[in-house]
């Protein structure tokens, strides 16, 4: 082997000085599962990744959830505990060619005992050709996949490769989650343990809000306040109110996701497109959304109000407020705004009924207190020759074998025969469903059948 042109000293003061010049999250990454956060329903103590990863039985597998919460991370963990060879395979610049040569050294050194795990970000933008090129080596066991992905792996990946894989999911970190990353890096050498700097508790949790569950995001705030900060002659650092405010959007410091001003903010815009008002429900939209809210968060909330508020009223308000998710979905914030505007401005306007959420609200009450209400005999299935001595569908009607589409058999248990939940009201279309159950309930009173 030729001789190096370059001495040892040298080569590690550079490998020194490029390690200090990464980012605050790439010197912090965790390199066991002591320092890893988050994710104890899956790496607590006797958890069943936890179990897998201690025993060395890992298996190929999909990291399901938010960017930032450690999915990368977790997967060199891994690689690390079962001394395997460790790949990070791009899905955004490799293609067939790329993915067989790689297979190819995989099995190659396992010929040589070395197992090899490849790491692949971003896996749901495989397509399918490129997806498939993988079975063969995950059935034979030549590598052990870890794929991590943002998207829902049941749309995504092809439910070949799918079902040879585990698939676990891991959630947003909670801000005590990320307080304790944010509190190691100021006292850990790889972070900024090595000079004094002073911020408060209060500011730290600020940043914990602002990064909304993601590691990476909490650690770059953190790295930008801190090289923003106010630095004395002795080289001390500190992070002042007014930095915190420039570095980050003060709109998110009036903001926390997880605070009162969260729920005062979603209560507000519910209430507006109660009272039929759609200008106050864009302005309490437009609050959330400009202080950085989740528009998936906003999405959920005008769909449970769909039906919730409108209802059979209007009963398209819910495949608007559906449509409105999808959308958010697809591209994000700032476009999806005008979406959900459409679909606010809408619930505002439509015709409102309660009738649903009161009915089962009902419903619910009677359920609870009487829960061991026996079915009907003749409501139950009868599939085995023993139920159908036991009288199991004895007296069932089939509504489709009468001319009027229904029977007098009444389907609510004895005890609560008579009971009424669902009640329309005069708005929207719910009239028709009013007018509707009145005949409904007429019709079965005349040709009620005693079973």
Not at 1 to 18: T, V, W
Not at 96 to 102: D, G, L, Y
Not at 428 to 440: H, L, Q, S
């Given at each position: 082997?030729?001789?190096?042109?370059?001495?040892?000293?040298?080569?590690?003061?550079?490998?020194?000085?490029?390690?200090?010049?990464?980012?605050l999250?790439?010197?912090?990454?965790?390199?066991?599962?002591?320092?890893y956060?988050?994710?104890?329903?899956?790496?607590?103590?006797?958890?069943?990744?936890?179990?897998?990863?201690?025993?060395?039985?890992?298996?190929?597998?999909?990291?399901?959830?938010?960017?930032?919460?450690?999915?990368?991370?977790?997967?060199?963990?891994?690689?690390?505990?079962?001394?395997?060879?460790?790949?990070?395979?791009?899905?955004?610049?490799?293609?067939?060619?790329?993915?067989?040569?790689?297979?190819?050294?995989?099995?190659?050194?396992?010929?040589?005992?070395?197992?090899?795990?490849?790491f692949?970000?971003?896996?749901?933008?495989?397509?399918?050709?490129?997806?498939?090129?993988?079975?063969?080596?995950?059935?034979?066991?030549?590598?052990?996949?870890i794929?991590?992905?943002?998207?829902?792996?049941?749309?995504?990946?092809?439910?070949?490769?799918?079902?040879?894989?585990?698939?676990?999911?891991l959630?947003?970190?909670?801000?005590?989650?990320?307080?304790?990353?944010?509190?190691?890096?100021?006292?850990?050498?790889?972070?900024?343990?090595?000079?004094?700097?002073?911020?408060?508790?209060?500011?730290?949790?600020?940043?914990?809000?602002?990064?909304?569950?993601?590691?990476?995001?909490?650690?770059?705030?953190?790295?930008?306040?801190?090289?923003?900060?106010?630095?004395?002659?002795?080289?001390?650092?500190?992070?002042?109110?007014?930095?915190?405010?420039?570095?980050?959007?003060?709109?998110?410091?009036?903001?926390?996701?997880?605070?009162?001003?969260?729920?005062?903010?979603?209560?507000?815009?519910?209430?507006?497109?109660?009272?039929?008002?759609?200008?106050?429900?864009?302005?309490?939209?437009?609050?959330?959304?400009e202080?950085?809210?989740?528009?998936?968060?906003v999405?959920?909330?005008?769909?449970?109000?769909?039906?919730?508020?409108?209802?059979?009223?209007?009963?398209?308000?819910?495949?608007v407020?559906?449509?409105?998710?999808?959308?958010?979905?697809?591209?994000?914030?700032?476009?999806?705004?005008?979406?959900?505007?459409?679909?606010?401005?809408y619930?505002?306007?439509?015709?409102?009924?309660?009738?649903?959420?009161?009915?089962?609200?009902?419903?619910?009450?009677?359920?609870?207190?009487?829960?061991?209400?026996?079915?009907?005999?003749?409501?139950?299935?009868?599939?085995?020759?023993?139920?159908?001595?036991?009288?199991?569908?004895?007296?069932?009607?089939?509504?489709?074998?009468?001319?009027?589409?229904?029977?007098?058999?009444?389907?609510?248990?004895?005890?609560?025969?008579g009971?009424?939940?669902?009640?329309?009201?005069?708005?929207?279309?719910?009239?028709?469903?009013?007018?509707?159950?009145?005949?409904?309930?007429?019709?079965k009173?005349?040709?009620?059948?005693?079973?």
């Amino acid at each position: 082997m030729p001789k190096k042109n370059y001495d040892e000293n040298q080569i590690s003061l550079f490998d020194h000085d490029r390690e200090v010049a990464q980012p605050l999250a790439a010197r912090m990454r965790p390199e066991d599962l002591s320092e890893y956060a988050g994710q104890q329903h899956l790496l607590g103590e006797g958890k069943v990744l936890r179990r897998l990863i201690e025993n060395d039985q890992v298996s190929s597998m999909i990291f399901w959830g938010p960017p930032g919460v450690g999915k990368t991370t977790l997967a060199r963990i891994i690689a690390n505990r079962t001394k395997a060879r460790f790949i990070d395979f791009s899905a955004v610049t490799s293609g067939i060619r790329e993915i067989r040569q790689v297979m190819n050294e995989a099995e190659e050194s396992l010929r040589f005992g070395e197992k090899t795990i490849l790491f692949i970000d971003e896996i749901h933008r495989f397509n399918k050709a490129q997806q498939d090129a993988f079975l063969p080596f995950v059935e034979k066991g030549s590598i052990i996949l870890i794929g991590a992905t943002t998207e829902n792996p049941s749309f995504e990946i092809n439910s070949a490769l799918l079902s040879r894989c585990r698939v676990f999911v891991l959630q947003s970190l909670t801000e005590e989650d990320i307080m304790g990353l944010l509190k190691r890096a100021l006292t850990d050498p790889r972070g900024f343990g090595n000079q004094k700097v002073t911020i408060s508790e209060e500011n730290l949790h600020r940043i914990a809000a602002f990064a909304n569950g993601d590691a990476r995001g909490a650690l770059g705030a953190l790295e930008m306040v801190i090289l923003n900060g106010d630095s004395d002659r002795d080289g001390n650092t500190t992070v002042t109110d007014e930095i915190l405010a420039q570095c980050l959007s003060k709109k998110s410091l009036l903001y926390d996701k997880n605070g009162e001003e969260h729920y005062n903010l979603i209560s507000a815009l519910h209430k507006s497109m109660r009272n039929s008002d759609p200008d106050a429900s864009v302005y309490w939209l437009a609050r959330m959304l400009e202080a950085g809210e989740d528009p998936l968060y906003v999405a959920r909330r005008v769909v449970r109000f769909a039906s919730e508020d409108v209802g059979l009223a209007d009963s398209r308000a819910l495949e608007v407020a559906v449509a409105a998710y999808q959308a958010c979905h697809f591209i994000g914030m700032p476009e999806c705004s005008v979406h959900l505007t459409h679909a606010v401005v809408y619930m505002a306007c439509a015709p409102k009924s309660n009738a649903c959420d009161v009915a089962y609200m009902e419903a619910a009450r009677d359920a609870s207190d009487m829960l061991a209400e026996p079915v009907p005999l003749h409501l139950r299935n009868a599939p085995t020759k023993l139920m159908k001595e036991l009288d199991y569908g004895k007296g069932y009607m089939y509504a489709h074998d009468y001319e009027e589409k229904m029977t007098g058999m009444t389907c609510l248990p004895e005890s609560l025969e008579g009971r009424e939940y669902y009640r329309p009201t005069d708005q929207g279309n719910e009239i028709r469903y009013r007018e509707r159950v009145a005949k409904i309930k007429e019709w079965k009173k005349a040709h009620k059948v005693d079973l």
